[in-house]
């Protein structure tokens, strides 16, 4: 699909400046959404919003069709009446990092506290009929997944063991009789997951009905494995690559390369292809029908894998003895087409991309990525410059995954400098804004640019390195910083390099809030 020329942002929900430790759905998202229209921004890139696993790392989660409870707002469940304002007082303000810990012993514990209580007055309080109504038909048009997940939630925390390939052998096998039980036994515990899944999807429906009518549109992000510890797995084990004892067989990950001689080993569990293509891709379909409803443009994490993914024997403590096996890229995409009509992706083509990788996202006719970062090493990546772009690409200056452009700036040595000050000319060490102009200012349809390097900070800011397994995920952007003269600096670029669109090309401002 092809985008109209236009300019965002890189935002994940959690770094934003919400009230109680963590970013949500709630003030601070709305005032954001205020802040990148002043910007004449339309693009709002987010990464996962799923539940989050190992690390708190949103691209391990625990479903790939619920939403993260940490990201509902507390005020805004004040507001609807579930909550009483007293029962939120004290809580970790709107500055500084997340600390996951923190957010867990006291925010969860009050979302549960206000879901219990939408439960107990919402089908006889009249003030809650509406909401209990709308609960009511999202538990139905959503019994897909939800119900399976719920059981996953609940199972999870009554065993506490962090796999439910350690749970009681029938439980994690699903056999009827014992997920019966379980029912019976947590009716209350399920029921307040599902209402935890209602509360979200009102309050993200409400911000994406917020930035549609500035003609903001949002970037998820879908990961194209799932984590082995996560509903869809135990839900699903046919369409995975596992054993006898639903143990995995081979895993995800990437081959050795310069920067690691002995590969990734991500312990993803692969996918099944020869079950799902002869179930014509149902779990596909409904996974990318699921985000679809979610956002308005879909990035796809690791797309090479479509083509062609890197297997290693699950028993391998490194990723050295993996091999390459062919994917069904192009009859994938095609079940999918041919069930929900045309996509707006965008194609994740970073790494080791081949030119089967290549041709197969110019047959889908998906912009791919470049990243201004990674072209002033070796000829190599020169690709990533600005005057090589091709119009059917996403640029970014940086992204989750990389240290802010002035972290990167202060790493780099004299050669690396001079290159980027050849191509944008002397930045007197504050490289960020030139090389926000230079993204800006080429052919590619989407200019991204994380919130980070707006804001001009350093590597205190940066969002996640790469195979450290913890510290990362808890910026939040300090309260305060949607000033007026940032936005219009970002405007005056907007206005220079004609970025002033609707990636959709949509002259209509959509609107589809859910009051409660």
């Not at 890189?10 to 954001?32: F, K, N, R, T, V």
């Not at 609807?80 to 990092?97: E, F, S």
């Not at 990950?253 to 692969?270: A, E, I, M």
């Not at 089967?356 to 690709?383: C, I, N, S, T, Y």
């Amino acid at each position: 699909m092809d985008f109209q020329r236009c300019s965002g942002v890189l935002l994940h929900i959690s770094s934003l400046p919400s009230y109680g430790g963590i970013g949500d759905l709630g003030p601070a998202a709305h005032e954001s959404i205020e802040f990148l229209a002043a910007g004449k921004q339309h693009v709002w890139q987010v990464l996962p919003l799923c539940p989050t696993g190992y690390g708190n790392s949103p691209y391990a989660g625990s479903s790939a069709f619920a939403g993260n409870p940490y990201l509902i707002s507390l005020e805004y469940l004040v507001d609807w009446g579930w909550l009483g304002g007293d029962r939120i007082a004290g809580l970790a303000g709107r500055g500084g990092n997340v600390n996951f810990e923190e957010v867990e012993s006291r925010k969860l514990p009050l979302l549960d506290e206000a879901a219990g209580n939408f439960l107990d007055r919402g089908a006889h309080d009249p003030e809650l009929a509406e909401q209990w109504k709308r609960f009511e038909e999202f538990c139905s048009a959503e019994s897909a997944w939800l119900m399976d997940y719920a059981l996953y939630a609940e199972l999870r925390r009554r065993f506490n063991t962090g796999a439910w390939a350690e749970w009681p052998e029938a439980i994690r096998r699903r056999e009827p009789k014992a997920l019966a039980q379980v029912a019976a036994e947590s009716g209350r515990m399920l029921a307040q997951e599902q209402v935890l899944q209602f509360a979200f999807a009102v309050q993200w429906t409400n911000l994406r009905a917020a930035a549609a009518r500035h003609k903001i549109r949002i970037l998820g992000d879908v990961a194209i494995f799932v984590s082995f510890d996560s509903a869809d797995v135990w839900t699903h084990p046919d369409i995975f690559e596992l054993d006898a004892d639903l143990r995995p067989v081979h895993i995800a990950g990437v081959p050795p390369d310069y920067f690691s001689p002995t590969g990734q080993r991500w312990g993803n569990p692969l996918y099944r292809w020869d079950v799902l293509r002869a179930r014509g891709f149902d779990w596909w379909i409904d996974r990318i029908r699921r985000s679809r409803d979610l956002y308005d443009m879909i990035r796809l994490d690791h797309f090479r894998g479509f083509e062609a993914y890197w297997s290693i024997p699950a028993a391998e403590e490194t990723a050295i003895n993996g091999t390459w096996v062919k994917a069904p890229g192009l009859e994938l995409f095609g079940a999918l087409e041919a069930a929900l009509g045309p996509l707006p992706l965008v194609a994740e083509d970073l790494g080791l991309i081949t030119p089967e990788v290549d041709a197969l996202r110019k047959e889908l006719a998906m912009p791919g990525m470049r990243v201004l970062q990674f072209g002033f090493g070796d000829k190599g990546a020169h690709m990533h410059l600005p005057h090589q772009f091709a119009p059917r690409t996403a640029a970014y200056t940086g992204t989750h995954d990389n240290d802010t452009t002035l972290g990167w700036w202060a790493t780099l040595g004299k050669t690396e400098r001079v290159a980027v000050e050849t191509l944008v000319g002397p930045v007197n060490d504050h490289p960020t804004w030139p090389l926000i102009r230079a993204a800006a200012g080429s052919v590619a349809e989407i200019a991204i640019v994380p919130v980070q390097d707006l804001l001009e900070l350093g590597s205190e800011a940066r969002m996640n390195t790469p195979a450290v397994p913890s510290g990362n995920w808890s910026w939040r952007v300090a309260e305060g910083s949607w000033t007026a003269p940032l936005a219009a600096r970002v405007a005056a670029i907007v206005e220079v390099t004609d970025r002033d669109n609707d990636p959709l090309g949509s002259n209509e401002s959509e609107s589809g809030e859910t009051k409660v």
